[in-house]
């Protein structure tokens, strides 16, 4: 699939291209009295009658990007968009991002441009590949595609603080840079776009990189287009590619609809609830999946043509557990068998003697052993865990207990509560313990409050079924959970069951677990 409709590559020489019709754009040509040359073509934007070139500033001697607004000059309504782009333009000069190549300047046609030219974006020149370039053999991972689509989602959103909207909703209008990040490489926002362009843009560029397709109009012909449902709907990635993320692949398509649009759903209305999901996958890869994301032919759960092969890793787990109850239940007997002797020796011992009967002090009668006193237990080891789906932010779950609380592990934002008929009912950690303790305490540092948080021993796999050690309701800050633990463990799970609602979205952060029990 080829990303550039027809490039062409200007020669060293620097005379433009004098046997060139004056209204068409070719290598060579100049503009703007001279200062740019034209080098090659990038792409095309229909949409607002714009060309988008590599360039030459003759004056500063640098590579330029150069958003064409080509029209006839006596089309009033041309003029006037033109115009307005430009304006919008110029506004974007004075913002500066990571995800956005800066504005260096803003001209109308100049007397030596060919007759079709109504203005130019120039823009500093962004080293890298074609978005388009960059999915030609392929679809992307997921995690890879959320790392590469930070920084312009971090972009939208701070450019909408600003007041400012990017236009970032064509494919040949973003590049990414050798440093693996998408960037808006052709600023120059259409004269009627607004913020939920941007925002539809960011979903568009993101069900590109997970699917290799494009869902909104006005794309390159090479490019094919998003499928859509019986229903109109337009396919989730997820459908396409079960490799991807449930919550990756929701964030996409909601973030394509908007009141106006149809056969999308719609919900995700900022750059922010996009650049959420993002981080939270930026370290997501999925097991068993080729090079380029896509599963391999005997993974397929549906169509499997033989019955699965058991799992190495839970045959073993499953032996070493079966032994283990197997040695336990030895010992069992065998202090039973050691009761029952006693007691026959005591009583044949206490048959010559007479009874002896204890007096009714109370001072004299047995009392129970003290508690051991709890001590901190440090925590070695965490993996994510999640009752259905794919676990939450699986890249942060050491910052639940690196000792700072400046750190943190965050769930998804869901649309629907947790619990049954919601998409999961329990997201947290497996926590490994440095020593087998009798745990007594958990205390959970959070600023969401009105969380539940529930602790659960895990002795074999960990599941939802393990044994519930306590719960609480999380308050904002430190909220210590009293447990009821009486047999020693080395792993419990801490798992939140219900999520406060912010801005129409569940979520919930954890900063920091700290873990008190007596020795075993």
Known sequence: ?????????????????????AEQLTPGRVLDHGRYRLLSRVGTDDRCDAELWRAKDGVLGRDVALTIL?????????????????????HASTFNHVGVARVLDVVTQSAG????VLGLVIAEWTHGTDLLDLVAEGPLPPGT?????????????????????????HPQRIRVTPEGEVRMAFPGPLSHATSSDDVRGL??????LLTGRWALGDAPEELPPAPTGPDGNLVAPRTLRPAVPMELSTVAVRALGNPDSTGTTGGVRTGAAVLRVLEQYATYEPTNTLSNGAPPAESNEVWRREDPKPDAAKRKKLTISVGVLAVATILVLGWIAVGVIGMFT???????????????????AQQPPPQPQASPVRISEGTSFSANGEPDAPGRINNLFDGDPNTYWSTF??????????????TGAVLTLERPAVVQEVVVNSPSAGAKVEVRQVDGSPSMESKLLGSAVLGSGDTPVKLEGVAP???????????????????ARINEITVSGSAA
């Not at 441009?113 to 079709?116: K, L, W, Y």
């Not at 629907?416 to 919601?422: E, I, K, S």
């Open 1 to 21: 699939m080829s990303s550039k409709p027809s490039e062409q590559i200007a020669a060293d020489s620097d005379e433009p291209g004098a046997d060139a019709p």
């Open 70 to 90: 080509v029209g006839d000059r006596a089309d009033a309504a041309a003029a006037n968009n033109a115009r307005r782009t430009l304006e919008r333009a110029m």
């Open 113 to 116: 441009d060919p007759p079709g």
């Open 145 to 169: 595609a959320a790392r590469l689509m930070q920084p312009l989602a971090a972009a939208v959103e701070a450019a909408h603080h600003a007041g400012l909207v990017l236009g970032a909703d």
């Open 203 to 208: 979903g568009a560029a993101l069900y590109l």
């Open 346 to 364: 005591e009583s044949n011992q206490s048959s010559g003697t007479g009874t002896v009967i204890s007096g009714n002090n109370p001072g004299t």
């Open 413 to 426: 934002g869901y649309f629907q509560q947790l619990g049954p008929g919601g998409i999961n009912t329990a």
């Open 489 to 507: 463990s080395d792993k419990i799970m801490v798992v939140l069951t219900q999520l406060p609602e912010d801005g129409g979205e569940y979520s």
